[in-house]
């Protein structure tokens, strides 16, 4: 019902691609809300016979299912995520404004709905989810404009008790006939909790697949110590926990001393909470992702078989990994259990425990007005949210959190804004060979933004002011570069030094590294005669 807003490309591999054009409510409000309203007549009536088209089969479809109160419930907490995460945003209503009059008259009919199944019967349970989408109406009542909306308080006191309460009925219905797979977790009281997303739901070789603690404890020691090719290389060259998992470089250093990648290393903390991974989108998986840099010419300049006959030449990289893998098919080591353990090893990499999160799970209340206005400033007239999507702020797409999107931003050579130069990396479109996809990455996530500097794809900003004023511009289209595909509007933010200072002091709300630094205790020991004994945690790599 409401499609993509600009062109997707359903399969990306050539010969298969396939262009999906935008469709839906928002195409049709762009048409409603256009200075050229007789020329989009056509089209406007094109996109509604379309609606009615697709509303025609949703409702056949409705005939045949088996539908549960379970599946009710599902309905209307991922409707409710929905309007927390992209509708306070403006994500579905950029032209007309009009998110606050969307969600009061969603939240109304969920009521009604309820009332209609329900009625009068002695459900207390969802009684309270009738009461909360009152008092979340009735809140959002007083405010007749976003810009004026309190975002901390309005998370606080409407949201999470709406979103806790709707889980809590859940729990006590019977998981029926069919459960569907979802990345949050089926007992999270609201997408803000500190556990409340499934890491292995974005595994493709399967959501059940978890390993005991040891195999983490193993990918460890695999992803700091220097193990590859003469020993000079690791997965926190790049990577270093006390950097954040970063490197703090403008772009990574390559694998022969002076060498400089060409792009940015980004944080991997969260990084299991991906659908895609690298800029520009070359894998979809954790074990995946471990062979691209390994085998890369630049990067590790090395191969598993190098390193299963490097590493099995130590007795106690044997017994490690067969006591890790015990009970599985990987005891011995193998590409796949060395690519299984670092993969484990990041997936507990995970840090959703920020203060912006304890404040809105009211577990502290030391928001600060500057912070507050910051968070408002990101949410309305910076316009992030609708990128940068709650509460991941990256590009994971609410309500299902099943695709991570790509930008265009038409970013800088450097941070000189005065006399702008166009990156001309072509991004994901140099991967896929497609046009719509050029100039295109991966949004990142800003949670640890404070520590993750310098920023963008290709490191060109040093600070969160320089990011900020390159957004306030309107980026490199707004800068007035030739940037034909750029996704992010070119219109200057118009962000006064008030409003650009609170949102830097809202960003920095959401760091959270705590736990995630640690170092092995010990390392496995190899013969004398290799003369590997020598290696370091740390230090220079």
Known sequence: MNGPVVSEVEYEDEPKQMIVKPTGFQVIEGELWSDEIPKSKTELLKQIDHLLLVYSSISRAFLTMNLEERHFFQAIQSEVNRHF????????????????????????????????????????????????????????????????????????????PLSTSISSYLKTLPKGSFVQSSALRNDQRSIFDKEGFNAFFYNPRGEDKNYKREVAELGKILFLIRYF????????????????????LKTSSGFHAGMFLSR????????????????????????????????????????????VVKLSQSDEYRKLFHSAFEGSADTVISNISISNAIAEYERKLTSLNSRFDKNVRGELNDFTDEEKLGFQTFMVKGNCGSCHYLPMFSGLVPPNYTKSEFENLGTTLTSD????????????????????????????????????????????????????????????????????????????LNLTPEEKKSLIAFMKTLTDTIGSTSAPWNLPVFPESLNLNGRIVGGEY
Not at 88 to 113: G, H, V, Y
Not at 229 to 238: E, K, Q, V
Not at 272 to 296: I, K
Request: proline share 4%.
């Open 85 to 160: 995460s992209l509708g306070i945003a403006q994500f579905d209503t950029p032209d007309s404004q009009n998110s606050l009059n969307e969600i009061k008259a969603s939240l109304a009919s969920i009521k009604m709905m309820i009332f209609l199944i329900y009625g009068n019967e002695n459900n207390a349970q969802v009684q309270t989810i009738a009461d909360q989408l009152d008092i979340t109406i009735q809140y959002l009542e007083g405010t007749t404009k976003l810009e004026k909306l309190n975002y901390v308080e309005c998370l606080k006191a409407c949201y999470l």
């Open 229 to 248: 090719l003469r020993i000079i290389r690791a997965c926190a060259s790049c990577h270093r926990p006390e950097m954040a998992f970063t490197d703090q």
């Open 264 to 307: 940015n290393a980004p944080t991997i903390l969260n990084v299991a909470l991906q659908r895609n991974y690298f800029w520009d989108n070359r894998s979809t998986d954790l074990e995946d992702q471990v062979a691209h840099v390994l085998l890369n010419e630049k990067e590790m300049k090395s191969s598993y078989e190098e390193v």
């Open 417 to 492: 804004l005065k006399k702008p130069v166009l990156d001309p990396d072509e991004g994901r479109g140099g991967r896929y060979k497609t046009q719509i996809f050029m100039g295109g990455f991966k949004t990142p996530t800003l949670r640890n933004v404070e520590l993750t500097a310098p920023y963008m794809h290709n490191g060109a900003f040093n600070t969160l002011e320089e990011v900020v004023e390159f957004y306030n511009e309107g980026g490199g289209a707004g800068l007035g570069l030739n940037v034909p595909n750029q996704t992010l509007s070119s219109d200057k």
